[in-house]
């Protein structure tokens, strides 16, 4: 049964403590649903609730969520579930730091948001970013978008992670 408890993390936990949690919690939600839009809803609060429990950069996080693949426009992505701002609601493949690991499907790591050809400033105070493509039989079907206010808020280990992360949604849902 699915319970409010489950985005709740303690202080003080290590960052790879707190993915641990999330991919538990994560696989623990998708038992028995499959649904996309409730996965990505859920796992967005999960990101969200994890980043701002643990110690800077990581509680600098200002946006959580995923694009998923348009399914009317080829080559784009919608706004999918998310924690934060408002958003862009669409972002062609090519396009910035999500178009780039849409157009890849790979993983891309920016340390500083204003070094990186095309960035989208959807939101001003986002300095660094990473976002990793769910891929479903090769194809990206959606990606996982995470935003921080601070330079430098993610690393490998935030990769390896979130690239886990991604395989659990692409094998829990129905895309």
Not at 63 to 75: C, E, Q, R, S, T
Not at 102 to 113: F, I, K
Request: with cysteine; proline share 5%; net charge negative.
């Amino acid at each position: 049964m699915v319970h409010a408890d489950s985005s709740t993390f303690n202080s003080g936990v290590s960052k790879s403590q707190a993915y641990e949690q999330v991919l538990e919690q994560a696989r623990a939600l998708f038992d028995g649903q499959r649904n996309w839009i409730c996965n990505t809803a859920n796992t967005a609060s999960l990101l969200w609730h994890a980043y701002h429990a643990l110690p800077t950069p990581s509680n600098q996080v200002n946006w959580a969520g995923f694009y998923i693949l348009d399914p009317k426009v080829p080559n784009q992505l919608i706004l999918g579930p998310f924690q934060g701002k408002v958003a862009c609601q669409t972002i062609k493949f090519g396009r910035g730091v999500c178009g780039a690991a849409a157009q890849s499907g790979e993983t891309q790591l920016v340390p500083d948001v204003e070094l990186f050809p095309g960035h989208i400033a959807c939101d001003s105070e986002s300095q660094s970013e990473i976002v990793v493509p769910i891929l479903k039989d090769g194809k990206v079907v959606a990606i996982i978008d995470i935003d921080c206010a601070a330079k430098d808020g993610f690393n490998h280990d935030d990769q390896r992670h979130l690239e886990q992360l991604a395989t659990l949604l692409a094998d829990g849902c129905d895309w």
